[in-house]
T-cell receptor, first 114, second 115 residues
Framework: DSGVTQTPKHLITATGQRVTLRCSPR?????VYWYQQSLDQGLQFLIQ???????AKGNILERFSAQQFPDLHSELNLSSLELGDSALYFC?????????????FGPGTRLTVT | AQSVTQPDIHITVSEGASLELRCNYS??????LFWYVQSPGQGLQLLLK??????LVQGIKGFEAEFKRSQSSFNLRKPSVHWSDAAEYFC?????????????FGQGTELSVKP
């Protein structure tokens, strides 16, 4: 158990809908990362927040947005969902903002868009 | 741009045999390199990392990796594989510091272990 929690574990929704994925980092960690794992794109970095502020951005679609709240939990919002958004979404956390700090991964949320 | 290539999509080894998983990276400066393991239904777990210094790094679960700058490689090895090592293995490179803590992953190598 990494100490990172993600809810829900599974999500099934229809095209065009909007969903919210939630992540609680390990106690004491200030950085939260979101990654998407799909069969065709592999494991891709989406976005990082550090202590409430956006720190780094990857190839995150405009339909996707994220935020980190004062209690350091984070939410990833996916809207106007398409079939291609079906994937496993991982959250990770680390104590610092740079790549030298170990990232601890949650178990993921599996999103299925039908 | 930084990238990571894992040439082998799937590898099968017999239990007790040695293992080497290949990883090649593309990076302009000295890279920060990582190996992660993903067991079915689980998140990723860090096996080992290389930042600088000794090019042979030891990790958890009996794994080691060797950084070879001349070959742009960071191959993962284990002398004797156990059935519980069956999983997917990802090599990753850390982005430059101005890109935060972003990790760039390879496509992964799925390891199967024959009894």
């Amino acid at each position: 158990d990494s100490g990172v929690t993600q809810t829900p574990k599974h999500l099934i929704t229809a095209t065009g809908q909007r969903v919210t994925l939630r992540c609680s980092p390990r106690s004491g960690d200030l950085s939260v990362y979101w990654y998407q794992q799909s069969l065709d794109q592999g494991l891709q970095f989406l976005i990082q927040y550090y202590n409430g502020e956006e720190r780094a951005k990857g190839n995150i679609l405009e339909r996707f947005s994220a935020q980190q709240f004062p209690d350091l939990h984070s939410e990833l919002n996916l809207s106007s969902l398409e079939l291609g958004d079906s994937a496993l979404y991982f959250c990770a956390s680390s104590v610092g903002k740079g790549v030298t700090y170990e990232q601890y991964f949650g178990p993921g949320t599996r999103l299925t868009v039908t | 741009a930084q990238s990571v290539t894992q040439p082998d999509i799937h590898i099968t080894v017999s239990e007790g045999a040695s293992l080497e998983l290949r990883c090649n990276y593309s990076y302009g400066a000295t890279p920060y390199l990582f190996w992660y393991v993903q067991s079915p239904g689980q998140g990723l777990q860090l096996l080992l990392k290389y930042f600088s210094g000794d090019t042979l790094v030891q990790g958890i679960k009996g794994f080691e990796a060797e950084f070879k700058r001349s070959q742009s490689s960071f191959n993962l090895r284990k002398p004797s594989v156990h059935w519980s090592d069956a999983a997917e293995y990802f090599c990753a490179v850390g982005a430059p510091s101005n890109q935060g803590g972003k990790l760039i992953f390879g496509q992964g190598t799925e390891l199967s272990v024959k009894p």
